[in-house]
T-cell receptor, first 112, second 109 residues
Framework: NAGVTQTPKFRILKIGQSMTLQCTQD?????MYWYRQDPGMGLKLIYY???????DKGEVPNGYNVSRSTTEDFPLRLELAAPSQTSVYFC???????????FGPGTRLLVL | GQNIDQPTEMTATEGAIVQINCTYQ??????LFWYQQHAGEAPTFLSY??LDGLEEKGRFSSFLSRSKGYSYLLLKELQMKDSASYLC??????????WGAGTKLIIKP
């Protein structure tokens, strides 16, 4: 099992550009999450999904969108990138909401 | 508001014991997690406590007191590879994880 995979590993964007961060898990987990991690701060939840076709906002959803068309994939879309979106983005998944979350390797995004 | 507090940085010596504390105030409680995160890598699960008391797993132990809103992670027989950040996270009443900023542990020979 590959677990949770994310692409790309690193990306530089110009202000106003858009991009999609990819996340795939092969553990047949129902729950998937997107977090951002900024220096000196705890992980912040952007969006989460409890199953295919169902998504919901987390603590910091502004500037992002998600979709969940399959159990395996949970892409995160950035529209009109801003410097404040410079961060490390982690995707995670678990089988049930109260269980341990497993993380992907992360995507480092720099917006200039 | 919801808040997780843990020290920013700690230093310890190889072979010694270190205790990393975490205090929390959250809306509801459905368990406390400790994760390890090496620089530039993803967080990886270390331990989970939902009842008061000590959970031991090899060189690592985690303690929880729900009445005090307090947990600690105890690392014994420290090795250089234990140099990492240790993240405390509480699962709130909505089953969402509230994360502390992490404690960077520096191990010296």
């Amino acid at each position: 099992n590959a677990g949770v995979t994310q692409t790309p590993k690193f990306r530089i964007l110009k202000i106003g550009q858009s991009m999609t961060l990819q996340c795939t898990q092969d553990m047949n987990h129902n729950y998937m999450y997107w977090y951002r991690q900024d220096p000196g701060m705890g992980l912040k939840l952007i969006y989460y999904s409890v199953g295919a076709g169902i998504t919901d906002k987390g603590e910091v959803p502004n500037g992002y969108n998600v979709s969940r068309s399959t159990t395996e994939d949970f892409p995160l879309r950035l529209e009109l990138a801003a410097p404040s979106q410079t961060s490390v983005y982690f995707c995670a998944s678990n089988r049930a909401e109260q269980e341990t979350q497993y993380f992907g390797p992360g995507t480092r995004l720099l917006v200039l | 508001g919801q808040n997780i507090d843990q020290p920013t940085e700690m230093t310890a010596t190889e072979g010694a014991i270190v205790q990393i504390n975490c205090t929390y105030q959250t809306s509801g409680f459905n368990g406390l997690f400790w994760y390890q995160q090496h620089a530039g890598e993803a967080p990886t699960f270390l331990s989970y406590n939902v009842l008061d008391g000590l959970e031991e797993k090899g060189r690592f132990s985690s303690f929880l007191s729900r009445s005090k809103g307090y947990s600690y992670l105890l690392l014994k027989e420290l090795q250089m590879k234990d140099s990492a950040s240790y993240l405390c996270a509480v699962m709130d009443s909505n089953y969402q994880l509230i994360w502390g900023a992490g404690t960077k542990l520096i191990i010296k020979p």
